[in-house]
């Protein structure tokens, strides 16, 4: 894939993802207009199922067309999930980090539920260059939906949402109006968004070479099979990173900062109960 395939890829993702956090365009503005118009964009994030139809990789196909290549791979026991990130050796280009929820590790129940989800699958959709912003391949009822989050909360994310970007993220070292996460966050504040508070406001800090925060997800209305329910959709990230030894900026993700990222959809946070 060319460079302005990519950007048009990069730039549909962005106006998929505005769809269901129009915040983030607020956000984005606000920087924006203290920076010379400049922000740079760290990461992107994306979630899917482990499962053979819809792997990492196969997820990750337009971007390692696109020059990407494998830079890290992350595990979160806890959260029953495993994740690579990607990165092009163009560093204005965002990386990409992909997540999955592994099916083996969760009950009976909740794994039979997703694999008669992924039934609905066409495995050609995954050839599509639009299949990363392509949304819910299956049917859902709000029943199924709220079985799953009692399991996990990433599973029925994905699950209503399917194929979307879950996150943007802002890389604060190339704002020139904020300098620090501490700075960011309190102008967040004061502007009346919501910061995911899961671990601390920060996660992560300078020893690991990254600091984290985001906001809470925006909750929207989704169309269920049988009715429609508000929910927790995406949220917008802010990345600080600090060079290692060599100079460079540290380019990979923190587990345990990540695992508190995650939070930032679960649903008693982010709906406020
Ligand atoms: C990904 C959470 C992890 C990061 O930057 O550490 C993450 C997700 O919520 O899907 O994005
Ligand atoms: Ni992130």
Request: hydrophobic fraction near 35%; aromatic fraction near 12%.
């Amino acid at each position: 894939m060319q460079k302005p395939q990519l950007d048009q890829l990069l730039n549909a993702m962005w106006q998929d993802y505005l769809e269901l956090n129009p915040d983030a365009q607020r956000i984005y503005n606000l920087f924006a207009s203290h920076n010379n118009d400049q922000v740079i964009n760290d990461h992107i994030a994306l979630r899917t199922f482990q499962h053979p139809k819809v792997t990492i990789d196969k997820v990750a196909r337009p971007f390692l067309a696109a020059g990407y290549q494998e830079s890290g791979e992350y595990h979160f026991p806890e959260k029953k999930l495993y994740a690579k990130h990607f990165q092009h050796k163009d560093i204005s280009l965002p990386k990409v980090f992909i997540s999955e929820l592994c099916l083996d590790q969760l009950s009976s129940q909740s794994k039979q539920t997703i694999e008669n989800l992924l039934q609905y699958l066409d495995s050609n959709s995954l050839l599509q260059d639009n299949f990363c912003y392509s949304g819910r391949h299956w049917p859902l009822t709000l029943s199924t939906y709220q079985q799953l989050l009692e399991e996990s909360e990433y599973a029925a994310w994905t699950a209503a949402f399917g194929y979307r970007p879950n996150h943007f993220t802002v890389l604060v070292n190339a704002l020139r109006s904020h300098q620090t996460l501490q700075e960011v966050n309190h102008f967040l504040q004061q502007e009346g968004f919501t910061l995911n508070s899961s671990g601390g406001l920060i996660k992560g800090s300078p020893d690991v070479f990254l600091e984290q925060s985001s906001t809470l997800a925006n909750k929207v209305e989704v169309a269920f099979d049988d009715t429609t329910a508000v929910i927790p959709s995406c949220f917008y990230e802010f990345a600080l990173r600090y060079p290692m030894a060599d100079g460079e900026l540290y380019q990979g993700f923190v587990a345990a900062s990540a695992d508190k990222i995650f939070e930032s959809t679960n649903v008693k946070i982010a709906m406020g109960n």
